[in-house]
């Protein structure tokens, strides 16, 4: 099935494919590495230390995810939502222990910081200085996201998962 039908086919009637809604929503901040395991999982994912924090997310709400250590600088590299299905646990191949939540994402490719909204969060402080997990995001600010990332075919991206990671997130992800 294609993402597009998968997207489809779970969405709450209220949900526009454009991702574009008005309705504010969750960004995702992990390492480009954690965002790219998620994205092949379909799902939203925290070390499990953190996973209580995915309580907050509902059913249709708007997931952006957001990579301080994207190559070339600070970028959102998906936009989807969330599908009906309860967390689960997983343990990748270095031993680390998620808690995921399945999210359906739009095809997608990465744009930087400032391309994707006016330089406003940039200077409240976006960037390398943002804790990993889940941040709430205006509906405004989450539209201009959603039609800056969503709609790209995911295979002309241009990134390859995972780059080089910096420090400051190695023990996050």
Known sequence: MSTEAAFTSEVPPSFSLSCATGAA?????????????GREA???RLPARHGGVLHRLGVGDRVACFAPDAMGGA????????????????????GRDWICLPVAYLPSRPVRLAAAL???????GWGLSLPVGLMRLDGAS??????AVGGHDPDQTGMAFPPVRIASLVDAD
């Open 118 to 124: 006016d330089g406003a969060l940039a200077a409240m």
């Open 142 to 147: 989450l539209d201009a996201v959603a039609l």
């Open 25 to 37: 929503g969750w960004v995702w901040v992990a390492s480009v590495g954690a965002i790219g395991r």
């Open 75 to 94: 970028a959102f590299l998906a936009v989807g939502h969330v599908l009906p299905g309860a967390m689960y646990d997983e343990r990748d191949a270095a």
């Open 42 to 44: 379909g799902d939203v």
